[in-house]
Structure formats: C-alpha cells, structure tokens
C-alpha cells in the first residue's frame, strides 16, 4: 500500500467517523426534543389534575385530583371525595378510572397516561396495575402512602402482571404548596377553635 492510498483511507475513516458522530448528535438532538415535549404535555395535563384537586379543597377534602388521558384528549377527570362520599374508594384516581372505562367502554385503559397530583397509595397503585395503564404522571411524593417508588412500588414491579412507567415530581411544588395550605388551614382552624 502507497502512501497516497494510505492517506486516502485515512481521510475516509475520517469521514466515516464525522458522519458517524453527526448522526449521534441528530438522534441525541431529536430525543431532547420528544423529552421536551413530553414534559410540556405532562405539565399541561398535570394543571388539569391540579384544577381537579382545588374542587376537592372547595369541599374542605385533601386537594388531590386527577385526569386520565388519551390520544392527547381527556377521559376521565376525578378528585378526592372521601368525606363528601363517606367511601374510602372516593380517592381522585378511583373516581377518574371509573370514569375513563367508561368513556373506553372497557376495564382496560391501556395506552392512557393517569395525571395525579400526590403519588398513589396502595389502593389507588392497585387499581392502576389492575386497569394496565401505560404511564403514570405524579406531582408531589407521598411519605406516608407512596406507593409509585416511595414507600412501595406497586405500579412498575416486576412481580405483578403489569407495569406501568412512572414519572414523578411534575410541578411539583404546586401540588405540594396545595396540600401544604391545606393542612395549614386544618391547623389554624383547630388552633382557633381551642382558643
Ligand atoms: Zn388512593
């Protein structure tokens, strides 16, 4: 081999490798673009599920609310009940399931997204695994019922039939600010009361 020929095959491998990396930085380019548009979608609809949960608090109920989405369009809507419905299933997730197998006209929602606005506890994670939904869409975490990653996983775990995807922490210092001024009211209504 020549050096002519050398440098040519050089100069090729050089090439080779520009395109190479010009195609890597398109494909990388091209999924921060879906990233970002995804994460617009989730806040959008994560809004949604925030007007949801301020219905809740108009009720004086924990300001929980939820929608369940397809095809970009919502399907079912729901926010904590509990007190007004005197039923521990009256949680925003349950009420909006019911309501988005009934618009599908079938118990199973898979290719939905579920918007909430505090992370699902065992009942509600339950319900979840249960109705094969694709994704799962939080704001705040829940120490004390988390059951999306925090406490327990029960809506992505290997062990059940169905798994779901799970982001969390969407706007999620509105969602906390909610339920923080809740429980801020709670407490200075009892102060005064005492007083
Ligand atoms: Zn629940």
Not at 102 to 129: F, H, N, Q, S
Not at 167 to 189: A, P
Request: hydrophobic content about 35%; overall charge positive.
């Amino acid at each position: 081999m020549d050096s002519e020929q050398k440098l040519t095959q050089a100069q090729y491998k050089e090439i080779a490798y520009q395109k190479r990396m010009k195609k890597r930085a398109q494909q990388e380019a091209e999924r921060e673009k879906e990233r970002q548009r995804q994460l617009e979608e989730d806040e959008h609809f994560m809004h949604e599920a925030i007007l949801q949960a301020k219905k809740a608090g108009h009720l004086l109920e924990v300001p929980i609310g939820c929608v369940i989405v397809k095809d970009g369009v919502v399907i079912g809507r729901g926010y904590n009940r509990r007190n007004t419905d005197k039923s521990t299933l009256s949680h925003a997730e349950i009420r909006a399931i019911r309501k988005a197998a009934k618009a599908v006209g079938d118990w199973r929602l898979d290719g939905c997204t579920l918007y909430v606005t505090l992370e699902p506890c065992p009942m509600c994670a339950g319900a979840i695994e249960q109705a094969r939904i694709d994704r799962v869409v939080y704001g705040a975490p829940s120490d004390k019922s988390g059951c999306a990653g925090t406490l327990l996983n029960v809506v992505d775990n290997p062990k059940l039939m169905h798994r779901s995807e799970v982001v969390g922490g969407v706007l999620l210092s509105e969602c906390e600010g909610l339920l923080k001024s809740y429980f801020q009211r709670l407490r200075e209504g009892r102060s005064e009361r005492k007083q």
